[in-house]
């Protein structure tokens, strides 16, 4: 079985440019996460979506950052315009229900660098 | 505001002996505790959880102890292995968030 797949792994972008991750979460599950993990730290939860539906994202910084997942499958997580403090990594995670006590499956996560 | 605080940001064991990762939270809301596992370059994998309602979750090596009254959980590995090497986040959750510490960095030693 596949896993979450994302990319691009890595990127690199100057400050004020826009950039767009992509998430391919496991077949058959409902529920897609974007986390964002900042060095040293854990990863922060930014969305949730219960198939095409944004059920969580107040954590998400609605200025600058925007997400959808047309036809409750593939998400797209962009950011425009970058700012240095956005270089982090960008987690896509999925499960097969809605709760936080379902097991998260996460993609290898996107590597961004704001110069 | 640290909901969730793993204090120990490394932690070297010998090989063969008991690995053990502690985590406090300060949230009495919480009531599902998850621990993952995350290589270099690869996106954390979960390990073991428990419920707030036990206080002991087994599987294999791994072992997950739960004191609700002081807050604090607790991941025992036994025996350490070589491939036990990795971050380890713990992380807890209610009905509408979860929360990550900032990971324990454990090294297993020859």
């Known amino acids: 079985e596949a896993g979450v797949v994302q990319s691009p792994r890595y990127k690199i972008i100057e400050k004020k440019q826009p950039v767009a991750f992509w998430c391919n979460p496991i077949?058959?599950?409902?529920?897609l996460y974007w986390y964002r993990q900042n060095l040293g730290q854990g990863p922060e939860l930014l969305i949730r979506y219960e198939n095409e539906e944004a059920v969580d994202d107040s954590q998400l910084p609605k200025d600058r950052f925007s997400a959808e997942r047309l036809k409750g499958v593939d998400s797209t997580l962009k950011i425009q315009p970058a700012e240095l403090g956005d270089s982090a990594v960008y987690l896509c995670?999925?499960?097969?229900?809605?709760?936080?006590?379902?097991?998260?499956?996460f993609g290898p996560g996107t590597r961004l660098t704001v110069l | 505001d640290q909901q969730v605080k793993q204090n120990s940001p490394s932690l070297s064991v010998q090989e063969g002996r008991i690995s053990i990762l502690n985590c406090d939270y300060t949230?009495?809301?919480?009531?599902?505790f998850l621990w993952y596992k995350k290589y270099p370059a690869e996106g954390p994998t979960f390990l073991i959880s428990?419920?707030?309602?036990?206080d002991k979750n087994e599987d294999g090596r791994f072992t997950v102890f739960l004191n609700k009254s002081a807050k604090h959980l607790s991941l025992h590995i036994v025996p350490s292995q070589p491939g036990d090497s990795a971050v380890y986040f713990c992380?807890?959750?209610?009905?509408?968030?979860?929360?990550f510490g900032k990971g324990t960095r454990l090294h297993i030693l020859p």
């Open positions: 428990i419920s707030s309602i036990k």
């Open positions: 995670a999925s499960s097969y229900g809605q709760a936080f006590t379902d097991t998260q499956y």
């Open positions: 077949s058959g599950h409902n529920t």
């Open positions: 949230n009495s809301m919480f009531d599902y």
């Open positions: 992380a807890a959750s209610g009905s509408d968030k979860i929360i």
